[in-house]
């Protein structure tokens, strides 16, 4: 057997570049693979591995946002910390949660704790600083009309998630004539939205059916179960969940409906006075927003993950919300002037009311308008 002449051999520098190479040659099966595995790959010399299907121009860019993550640790430089008041864990939450686990916070030099307080509490929090950000909106935009110093910034899911369940032989809206409807309370969201999904039906309530206080959503779909009412509204995840009992979906509310239901929002100071940092949290929160519309196999997973469901039904949970999360944090005027009205039937505003005093879209304008500024192929590819 020849062997290969010792100055054709490769010396032990070169060894280690094409071990490097080798490394670099790594596959990544999803683009959030890709994000995580990128920064475990900063330490070899010829670079972050090069994930599949993601062109080699957009690898500097995010080995540059996880570098600066990393050299922040190293060097002690401390991340901002930053209490998030939110309402529960749901599936209007999500490009909040995919930017939590694919770093875009870290990339940012944010360090995010999510704190699960009731609505009105997590505004009141907002209001007094306890909290920097309040991920919700009817409480806070109820607050901001009511005269409190708050603002809205951005929109996450610009239609409702909830769904209308009913007993299995209800098979249109005027089978529901003259049944029992159940709702959490009255005058409440669930209870709005469902005035809204019957009348589309051509259900008038309180004349075409009785309408009667349950409580939670898991009770109510008990009392579905058990006859003692006929239909329900519920969220999206509880309501294919459900779908293995004989219960029947008939209606989507966000198909009929343009009504935002889930933003950001923060007190009138922190935007005055800490407008960096609020950019910095919802370029992040946007950047998961992309991601969840762009990547249906990893965003399933983290649904699956964060909500406790089957595949089968993070699936499904995925197909039926994905169209109604926004990408850049904006919405209709027509949507807005319809969340006012609808949260003006509650407090009374004051004499001085503007719907400039309770949203500032600036924040998210510019961050738009930084992204058109970029390459194509980097805003295809880099959420």
Known sequence: MKMMPKWRQPSDHKRSICAGEALQQRKFSSPLDAAMGTRRSLTCRCGPAKPAGISRFVIPHAAAALFLGCAAAS??????????ATQSRGLRELPVVVALRAGFFRSEGLEVEKIYVHSDVAAKALGTGEVAFNLGWNAPLRAAISGAPLKLIAVLVGRPLHQLLARPEIRSGKDLKGKTLGVDEFFS?????????????????????KWVEVGSGMLRLDALK?????????????????EREPLRRLLSVGDVLDLPVFGVAVSAAKLEKDRDQVRKFVRAVLRGARFVKRNRADTVRVIQHHLKLTPGEASGAYDSAVRHFTEDGLVSDRAIALAVRRARDHPAPPKDFALDRIFDWSVAREIGAERRKLPFWLRRYDP
Do not use: S
């Open 75 to 84: 060097f002690g430089w401390a991340a901002e910390r930053v209490n998030v």
């Open 226 to 242: 058990a006859g003692e009412i006929h239909a329900t509204l519920t969220d999206l995840p509880a309501a294919l969940a459900f």
């Open 189 to 209: 969201e669930t209870d709005f939205l469902t005035g809204v999904a019957l009348r589309f039906l051509g259900v008038e309530p309180g004349r075409d059916v």
